[in-house]
């Protein structure tokens, strides 16, 4: 029985960028977990960097541009977490780890062109860098070299996983297109995107580990409810930050989401919240997506308490993570995924 972390607790603040390497955080007690799979993150890299080798030389280019960028990896980390947890200790993780990360760095290409973003972990995304078309077709390679790999493993589940959590991401992000500049979207739309878009990679990162251990159809649920609790409250957070972070630290620009008409949960709630004025002026800004107001929506934001409302919408996603990982058997890994999981509410970047 695990007596680990439940929300209130105060941890230090969150992750920090390092290159090419594991996710650092400040507390020491996610340190300590993250200790645990320092060394399968090498194998990992080492596994990336051999399957980025393309004989057409923008690939590499392209791809080592992102995925050596500095991103917290932590797709793979959650992967290797419930490895650990479950006791597998097989090869095949750091092949999957790679997989989920090959995933993951495919979407953030397609979806630096789709919002048009130009600055990704303090510097110019690849699309700034190199142009739509070869960030798009290097997302493309990037993604089928992922479906090589998943068949390499030659297990259906895994296949089937894989599958379904990029068809499910890909819907996600259709959804979303067709949510953008709707001043009525309310929570359930928005749990809705996210859950796909985002929570869909980390559920299918944990339960991908609990096949690899041959875990018991619960035990594998429970994995599953941990991925998704633990996205969705990493998604929630990631939109706060865009109102409330700090540009230079997360390393993109404040304010995106607006721009880009993308209706998230604080503008959702100050809607719910505000008078009829406040209520005005965001629906002008959600339907016209300019950010000249910017600096209005978020004192109606934060007047409104919506900031706070929707990092506690992300609390409770994280305290479901922390239930269903307390399903797990208690030791020193199971222990880092209640630490992660607590931590993500602090992150700042
Ligand atoms: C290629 C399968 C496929 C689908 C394309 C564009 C698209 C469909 C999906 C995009 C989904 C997406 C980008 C969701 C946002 C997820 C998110 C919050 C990413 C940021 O994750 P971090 O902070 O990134 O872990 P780092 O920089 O740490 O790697």
Partial sequence: MH??????????????????????????????????????????D????????????????????????GGKR??????LLVSGALGYQGAQR?????????????????????????LRRGRATANENFGNPA????????????????VDTGNMRVMQVLADATNVIAEGEVQQLMNTHDASLDEAGYLEVIRSKT??????????????????ADIEQACADYGQALGTAFQVIDD??????????????????????????????????GNPEQQQLLRRVIETGSTDELPNVVAIIRETGALDATRQAAA??????????????????????????????????
């Avoid at 960097?49 to 004989?55: D, E, G």
């Fill in 316 to 349: 409770t996603q994280a305290q479901l993570a922390i239930d269903a990982a307390r399903k797990l058997p208690a030791n020193s890994y199971a222990e880092g995924l209640l630490q992660l999981a607590a931590q993500l509410l602090e992150r700042r970047t």
């Fill in 240 to 273: 706060v930050l865009d109102y409330d972070g700090d540009a230079g630290e997360m390393g993109k620009n404040l304010g995106d989401d607006l721009r880009e008409g993308k209706v998230t949960l604080p503008l959702i709630i100050a809607m719910q919240r």
């Fill in 3 to 44: 007596t680990g972390p439940a929300l209130g607790h105060s941890y230090n603040p969150g992750f920090c960028h390092q290159p090419a390497t594991i996710l650092a955080v400040q507390s020491p007690s996610t340190a300590a977990a993250l200790a645990l799979i320092a060394e399968d993150m090498q194998e990992v």
């Fill in 94 to 118: 750091f092949k999957l780890a790679a997989v989920v990360e090959f995933i993951h760095t495919a979407t953030l290409l397609h979806d630096d062109v789709v919002d048009e973003s130009t």
């Fill in 46 to 69: 080492k596994v990336i960097a051999t399957r980025l080798q393309s004989s057409v030389p923008l690939v590499g280019q392209v791809a080592r541009y992102i995925i050596s960028a």
């Fill in 135 to 150: 960030s798009v077709l290097v997302g493309d390679f990037l993604y089928s070299r992922a479906f090589q790999m998943m």
């Fill in 74 to 79: 932590l797709r793979p980390a959650l992967l």
């Fill in 199 to 216: 929570a869909k990679l980390f559920e299918a990162s944990a339960r991908l580990a609990a096949l690899l251990a041959g875990s018991h």
